[in-house]
């Protein structure tokens, strides 16, 4: 808790309770939870708090690259409480998400230089297939 306020004061974030509460939440799930899905999870201890709170709080914790989005796909927005950059697949079948670990593709952001006159600030990697559940199942 400590921990959570010295980070929010450093980003000069007032510490609300449904921050607090989406913020923790992620920081408990490596799942990749949609809006819907964290609104859903947070409802039983914060029956008060909106979608369209959680969405707000969302959108300020990504602001100050406390939480990542990621872009999954026709307007449809993942939550991740790990900001340090990993590359992600995506279950084509039953669309879970999950990190890759022990992988790293920050040298491509020098590669592309060669290709594009930006300045080179992140990338994010993103693999399609079908879980071992899924095919499992299949
Ligand atoms: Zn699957
Ligand atoms: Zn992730």
């Given at each position: 808790m400590n921990n959570l306020s010295s980070i929010f004061r450093?980003k000069?974030l007032k510490l609300t309770p449904q921050r607090i509460a989406v913020y923790k939440f992620l920081q408990s799930?490596?799942?990749?939870?949609?809006?819907?899905?964290i609104?859903?999870?947070l409802?039983?201890e914060y029956?008060?708090m909106?979608?369209?709170t959680v969405?707000?709080a969302l959108?300020t914790l990504?602001?100050?690259?406390l939480v990542?989005?990621?872009?999954?796909?026709?307007?449809?927005?993942?939550?991740?409480g790990?900001?340090?950059?990993?590359?992600?697949?995506?279950?084509?079948?039953?669309?879970?998400?999950?990190?890759?670990?022990?992988?790293?593709?920050?040298?491509?952001?020098?590669?592309?230089?060669?290709?594009?006159?930006?300045?080179?600030?992140?990338?994010?990697?993103?693999?399609?297939?079908?879980?071992?559940?899924?095919?499992?199942?299949?």
């Amino acid at each position: 808790m400590n921990n959570l306020s010295s980070i929010f004061r450093e980003k000069k974030l007032k510490l609300t309770p449904q921050r607090i509460a989406v913020y923790k939440f992620l920081q408990s799930t490596k799942e990749h939870p949609s809006a819907e899905i964290i609104y859903k999870a947070l409802q039983p201890e914060y029956p008060t708090m909106s979608l369209a709170t959680v969405y707000k709080a969302l959108k300020t914790l990504v602001d100050v690259n406390l939480v990542q989005e990621l872009n999954v796909g026709e307007g449809n927005f993942r939550y991740d409480g790990n900001v340090m950059p990993h590359p992600h697949i995506q279950c084509l079948h039953c669309g879970k998400v999950d990190d890759i670990e022990g992988i790293c593709f920050s040298d491509l952001n020098d590669k592309v230089k060669n290709y594009t006159q930006y300045e080179v600030l992140g990338n994010q990697v993103y693999f399609y297939g079908i879980c071992k559940s899924c095919k499992d199942n299949a």
